[in-house]
């Protein structure tokens, strides 16, 4: 494990979900950008949407967003089913290999004409957002979220509250990881908003440079540094 932090594996680090969350603003930016006009990282306005299509008798409409919300339902399956036989092969962790997942996914989806139902990406990233979020949850012992802000949001005014109350100095520290997060989700937004309009559906392409600078730091880490504890379960599972 890195130096200077024994107890957390290197796919719970700060700069893991730092630039995953980076990740997750390029795909929420593209699939509103140039997919639909929809937002996949989450599945609130999913159920709203559901929910209002059912209340105007619109039945059809309301089987619609059982689709995305169902994607999203079996990338939490899949996540929590696949870590322990992928752990027992001991070639890689299963955080390391749904980076590599996501990365195939990308290219694919890069690939799709911009004439292609809007659908097919929105269900791919709809999963893959899924993954990711129940895969990566704490990161150096703060629990995080790295594909949808709110959660951000809150915690960093609770931390705000705590630290005008002089009750814990330590969330001094949360705070401010907190706003790199909301801080890295905008820029990764800013940045396929920009290649949106000029690549179109290939902008997603955009995402596997970061997602290939974590791919790397997290199979270094199961082959050499962190090797003896590939079946150590990362903290929040």
Known sequence: ???????YLECESSRVFIILM???GFYGAYTYSVRGGVFCNAQTANFVLFAMALGRGRITDGIY?????????LGAFVS???????K??????????????????VLLLGFIPDSAPFQISQVAVNFICSMQYNTFRQAEGVPMATTFCTNHL??????????????DSSHIYRAAEHIKMITAFVMGGILSAFLCV????RAIWGALVPLGIVFIDLLYA?????HSYIETTPHGH
């Open 154 to 167: 809150r915690q960093t005014g609770v931390a705000l509250a705590k630290i005008f109350t002089g009750k």
């Open 88 to 105: 027992k092969t001991h070639i890689m962790r299963w955080d390391t290999l749904l980076v590599l997942i996501e990365m195939a996914a």
């Open 65 to 73: 967003y059982l689709i995305p919300m169902t994607a999203y339902l």
């Open 198 to 201: 000029i690549f179109k559906g």
């Open 80 to 86: 929590e089913i696949l870590p322990k036989p992928v």
């Open 1 to 7: 494990m890195a130096s200077g932090r024994n107890e």
């Open 222 to 226: 199961d082959l050499r540094t962190e």
């Open 22 to 24: 980076f990740v997750a």
